[in-house]
């Protein structure tokens, strides 16, 4: 069943873990797909990879100051006019401390601003009805973890962002997600058996685990799910296994 049959859909932040697992689910499920990522070497092999699935095309682009997200929606908008789903996975992890908030300017551009100038420069381009995905931590539904401070700030910061954009795109029929996930474990393989790399509360999972939730919020099958975060981490916040 394509349930993504007919939708065009970007992913900014792409990496050989949760984006290509994200970008091949997508394409498994009918969408036409933009990935797009810093490093234009990397998304290039993941497209040429997944070229026999789907229609996919990798633009590099940097959406961590404005100019960088108002160039990228010009080339997203060139190639498919406008978007139905947008997953902003820009990633980045960083352990510091009060003491020495050495990660806090990185961390607030990686996921934070790159998150507000994403936004911000696609929304034209979106269709009604659409639908974007943003990415937190398992982590920041509780208190955080101290020894990331600034990471875990960042990410708790991504939960707001979704409350304060999602009753701003209501009038646009926009929706806006969250979803949390814990340690995002290895690279994508196609055609493996994931489920049995995983363990119910287990603090890793796959990427592919990840990627099914993603795909069920861009499409039409979560319509009255909105500003909601959802934890994909199998329990493991709650059982500290």
Same mark, same amino acid.
């Given at each position: 069943?394509?349930?993504?049959? =007919? ?12 984006? /290509? ?18 490093t ?20 590099? =682009?940097?959406?961590?100051?404005? #100019?960088? /997200? ?23 992890? /960083? ?22 100038? &994403? ?14 995905? $943003?990415?937190?931590? &398992?982590?920041? $539904? ?19 962002? /979704? ?13 806006? @997600? ?6 995002? #474990? ?6 493996? #058996?994931?489920?049995? $790399?995983r363990k119910l ?7 592919e ?16 799910? @909105? =500003? ?14």
């Amino acid at each position: 069943m394509e349930t993504m049959k =007919g939708k065009k859909v970007a992913l900014i932040g792409v990496s050989r873990g949760l984006g /290509a697992a994200t970008a091949y689910e997508l394409l498994t499920e009918g969408a036409s797909v933009i990935i797009s990522a810093r490093t234009e070497s990397r998304l290039r092999e993941i497209a040429d990879s997944m070229k026999s699935v789907g229609n996919i095309e990798a633009v590099q =682009g940097d959406v961590s100051t404005a #100019d960088g /997200a108002s160039r990228l929606a010009s080339r997203f908008s060139d190639i498919a006019g406008t978007l139905d789903g947008l997953c902003i996975m820009v990633g980045g992890f /960083a352990q510091d401390s009060i003491a020495q908030p050495i990660a806090l300017d990185e961390m607030l551009n990686n996921h934070v601003r790159a998150v507000i100038h &994403a936004v911000s420069s696609l929304m034209g381009i979106m269709n009604r009805n659409g639908s974007i995905v $943003l990415m937190s931590n &398992a982590s920041s $539904l509780d208190r955080g973890a101290s020894a990331s401070m600034s990471y875990s700030i960042a990410k708790g910061a991504v939960i707001r962002i /979704a409350e304060l954009l999602c009753p701003q795109l209501i009038p646009k029929a926009i929706r806006v @997600n969250v979803v949390a996930p814990s340690f995002i #474990d290895g690279e994508f393989k196609p055609g493996r #058996d994931f489920l049995l $790399l995983r363990k119910l509360g287990s603090y890793r999972v796959p990427p592919e685990g990840i990627a099914s939730v993603i795909t069920f919020l861009l499409s039409d099958r979560s319509s009255w799910v @909105n =500003g909601a975060t959802i934890p994909v981490d199998g329990g493991n916040r709650l059982a500290k296994i």
